[in-house]
Nanobody, 120 residues
């Protein structure tokens, strides 16, 4: 049974920092690309960052220079370090795991999300 469990969300003031974690089980973690998405109620889910199985990273423009995605294959965990947070970063943050085969078949796995609120 595959599980992705996000943690680390919470309330933070503008300009502050948070580190999100996503712990995976039931998959060969090192072989999966890992993604962070976010969603505001009433809006589409937005891709925030991705780290491939090889360690390559990419970010949506609005978070470049502020967010850093990383992974620890020994702990089956992906992280999202968020700095210089803005109110518009407020959302539920989800992690997703997808293998190379999954990219061809459409198979992926999602966590249930962690809420980040940026407010004074």
């Amino acid at each position: 049974q595959v599980q992705l469990v996000e943690s680390g969300g919470g309330l933070v003031q503008p300009g502050g920092s948070l580190r999100l974690s996503c712990a995976a089980s039931g998959i060969r973690f090192s072989g999966y690309d890992m993604y962070w998405y976010r969603q505001v109620p009433g809006k589409q889910r937005e891709l925030v960052a991705v780290i491939t199985s090889r360690g390559n990273t990419n970010y949506t423009t609005s978070v470049k220079g502020r967010f850093t995605i990383s992974r620890d294959n020994t702990k089956n965990t992906v992280f999202l370090q968020m700095s210089s947070l803005k109110p518009e970063d407020t959302a539920v943050y989800y992690c997703k795991a997808q293998s190379e085969i999954g990219r061809m078949t459409g198979m992926d796995y999602w966590g249930k999300g962690t809420l980040v609120i940026v407010s004074s």
